[in-house]
């Protein structure tokens, strides 16, 4: 992965269905990308997507990584775990859904492009990237999160704080 690499992420309202296999297959052997697309219900804000992407980059840079494949680790970041197949059937985008969020790392000169494959997949609506009262509530619940905890502290600093602490529990069970 180059070190220029940066941050993308699109909510998308479907126009039709999907093949997301073969969305991400094309997308992966044109550019040089690492995308993943996920149920917007597990994205606090367009921040949290911002900050689990940085840290996404600096654990790759480090080489610390949850999943052989990097996007799959993205996906762990946000849920939370280190355990791919519920991640996946959790949060993976499901054939009959209308909205999704596209997210990953690419280089500066590939985004246009990137930005041009998903528009033929769909409308860009920064409105799937917000969370609803409705959204915070589900956050809260699945990732175990208590009202005290978010008024004290936060929703998003509570998934960050997640997604660290539980990578760093899955390497110090591997040493």
């Known amino acids: 992965m180059s070190s220029n690499q940066q941050p993308f992420y699109f909510g998308l309202s479907v126009k039709h269905p999907i093949d997301i296999a073969l969305l991400l297959k094309e997308m992966e052997k044109e550019t040089d990308i690492i995308i993943q697309v996920v149920d917007p219900k597990f994205i606090a804000s ?64 590939t985004l246009p492009i990137i930005e ?19 959204r915070v509530n589900f956050l809260m619940t699945y990732h175990g999160i208590s009202k005290n905890e978010v008024e004290n502290y936060g929703l998003l600093n509570m998934l960050l704080e997640k997604s660290a602490t539980c990578l760093i529990r899955h390497f110090r069970n591997e040493s």
């Open 46 to 109: 367009k921040e949290h997507l911002r900050l689990i992407l940085a840290q996404s980059k600096e654990s790759y840079s480090r080489g610390i990584v949850a999943a052989n494949k990097k996007s799959i680790d993205i996906l762990l970041r946000l849920l939370c775990t280190k355990k791919i197949e519920k991640a996946l059937h959790d949060a993976g985008f499901k054939p009959n859904s209308r909205e999704c969020v596209i997210l990953g790392l690419c280089n500066k000169d």
């Open 116 to 134: 041009k494959k998903i528009r033929n997949y769909g409308d860009l609506d920064d409105r799937v990237l917000e969370a609803s009262k409705e």
